[in-house]
Every structure is written in structure tokens, then in C-alpha cells.
């Protein structure tokens, strides 16, 4: 049962353009939302997140969206840039659970983004 | 500030033997989790520790354990290794454990890549 889904497994942009990578979520108890970027032969590190008293969160070149009643979250990434090609990784976490304890961090599959020249 | 420090980088393995994997978090964090990452299941969680003590456990078999020293440096061991536990074995370390902060994002290793024959 994958409770944190990224649905497509690769995307292509041109540089300069923007990137945007979906997550879906099916755990209502899910309240932090982190994105990590993962570079071959390299850990995952931590790209950015939000927490679900929030909608969006801005970094720089990078955003997060959250749609909680759709259980939807989205990376953009503007302008994109070859560096940006990498392997991204959506995960979410409960802090507290009704009956007590937490839920661990739990991740998506990822979504390969290649940014062309 | 050293990052997380896993080691070795590659094994080889055979069926039917054990495997040590060794984790040295960054200074001062507390928690250690582990992830097995094989190509199309994305991050799957192993085990945390913090304080010497798990605090969250994965579906995964037996085989698969885990500890924690005094010193927050942790060692996760697989026994009667199998063809399918090879993976790419991933270790992140956290200021506090994940299920009670929202501002403390997991810190990954390289990993270790192993290889069961």
C-alpha cells in the first residue's frame, strides 16, 4: 500500500523552463511534506518542505505547493537548469498519531527530471 | 561539520551469508535511520534509532536488525543474505527523531551498495 505515490517516473525540460513534479499522498494523518534531490552514486539531500498549517513554501529557484483536500503536493522548479537533473523524492510524515506514537518518514518512488540544455 | 559517514561503500556478498553496515551520523544528532533503496520501489524504511533505543520499525523480515551505540554511531546487519536484499543501503541522520520536530530533516550518507551472488 504506497501511501506516498509520484506518479511519473521521468520528466523532460528545456532549460530555462519550469519543472513541476507531483506527489499524491493518501494518509490524512501526513502534516510535513519534504522534498529531497538524489544525484547518482550520492545520498538523497534535503531540497525543501512544508508543514500542512501551510500551502506554499518558497526557496529560491524552488517551491512547494500543497493542496491538502486534493492530497496533493508539487515541486516547481523555475527557471530549470541542467544541474537541477537529478532524481526527486517526495516524502511525508505525521508527527503525532491519534493513538499515540508517530508515523516514520515515508517516501515516494521518485521522478527522474533531465533538464536539457 | 562531516557529514554522514557510511561505510563500507561497495560489498559483495554471497547468498546465505551476513552483511555489517556501518553509519557515523553528523556530530551532535541523535537519530539514525536506515532506508533500502532498489530501482522502482524508491526509499523503503528499515528501522530508526535514537538514544540508543529503535523507535520505529519497517516491514521488513527478521533478517534485517539493527543497533545503535552510545556514541549515536549505528550498525544494521542482514543475515541468510538473499539475491533480492541487494540494494543500495542508505543512512540518515537527524538532530532529533523524526516523529518530533518539523524542522529536522533527515541527513543522508552515500550509502553502501551491496551485492548478493
Known amino acids: 500500500d504506497q501511501q506516498v505515490k509520484q506518479n511519473s517516473p521521468s520528466l523532460s525540460v528545456q532549460e530555462g523552463r519550469i519543472s513541476i513534479l507531483n506527489c499524491d499522498y493518501t494518509n490524512s494523518m501526513f502534516d510535513y511534506f519534504l522534498w529531497y534531490k538524489k544525484y547518482p552514486a550520492e545520498g538523497p539531500t534535503f531540497l525543501i518542505s512544508?508543514?500542512?498549517?501551510?500551502d506554499k513554501n518558497e526557496d529560491g529557484r524552488f517551491t512547494v505547493f500543497l493542496n491538502k483536500s486534493a492530497k496533493h503536493l508539487s515541486l516547481h522548479i523555475v527557471p530549470s537548469q541542467p544541474g537541477d537533473s537529478a532524481v526527486y523524492f517526495c516524502a511525508a510524515s505525521a508527527v503525532l498519531l491519534p493513538q499515540g506514537g508517530s508515523e516514520k518518514l515515508v517516501f515516494g518512488k521518485g521522478t527522474k527530471l533531465t533538464v536539457n540544455p | 561539520k562531516a557529514g554522514v559517514t557510511q561505510t563500507p561503500r561497495y560489498l559483495i556478498k554471497t547468498r546465505g551469508q551476513q552483511v555489517t553496515l556501518s553509519c557515523s551520523p553528523i556530530s551532535g544528532h541523535r537519530s539514525v535511520s536506515w532506508y533500502q533503496q532498489t530501482p522502482g520501489q524508491g526509499l523503503q524504511f528499515l528501522f530508526e534509532?535514537?538514544?540508543?533505543?529503535?523507535?520505529n520499525k519497517g516491514n521488513f523480515p527478521g533478517r534485517f536488525s539493527g543497533r545503535q551505540f552510545s556514541n549515536s554511531r549505528s550498525e544494521m546487519n542482514v543475515s541468510t543474505l538473499e539475491l533480492g536484499d541487494s540494494a543500495l543501503y542508505l543512512c540518515a541522520s537527524s538532530s532529533l527523531w523524526t516523529g518530533s520536530s518539523y524542522n529536522s530533516p533527515l541527513h543522508f550518507g552515500n550509502g553502501t551498495r551491496l551485492t548478493v551472488t
Open positions: 512544508i508543514s500542512s498549517i501551510k
Open positions: 534509532y535514537f538514544s540508543e533505543t529503535q523507535r
